[in-house]
Nanobody, 120 residues
Framework: QVLVRESGGGLVQTGGSLRLSCVASGSPFIIETMGWYRHTPGQVQRELVATVGRGGTTNYADSMKGRFVVSRDNAKNTLYLQMNNMKPEDTAVYSC?????????????WGQGTQVTVSS
């Protein structure tokens, strides 16, 4: 079992910055991909924000490129998201996803999410 906890959400003005953190803990496992996703009350599916592979390869949604920076600390099983030049449309619940590798099995775990609100 893996516990995923996000932190760092809050209220920020347009043009401001926030940094989110996500920590994964639990029984011995190898983390493959870690990622940030977001959703608003009207959305059916979560929207990809950015992911980082175990080797450091990053993948961003087009609308986040140049404004958001994702990084991870493998020693701490921690994922970060630095959000800059934020816009009201960035308002959402941001959730962290962790893909755990148990050898022959991969399991995805999710955190509860953290609310980010950007005021205009």
């Amino acid at each position: 079992q893996v516990l995923v906890r996000e932190s760092g959400g809050g209220l920020v003005q347009t043009g401001g910055s926030l940094r989110l953190s996500c920590v994964a803990s639990g029984s011995p496992f190898i983390i493959e991909t870690m990622g940030w996703y977001r959703h608003t009350p009207g959305q059916v599916q979560r929207e990809l924000v950015a992911t980082v592979g175990r080797g450091g390869t990053t993948n961003y949604a087009d609308s986040m490129k140049g404004r958001f920076v994702v990084s991870r600390d493998n020693a701490k099983n921690t994922l970060y998201l630095q959000m800059n030049n934020m816009k009201p449309e960035d308002t959402a619940v941001y959730s962290c996803s962790v893909r755990a590798n148990y050898g022959s099995t991969f399991i995805d775990y999710w955190g509860q999410g953290t609310q980010v609100t950007v005021s205009s």
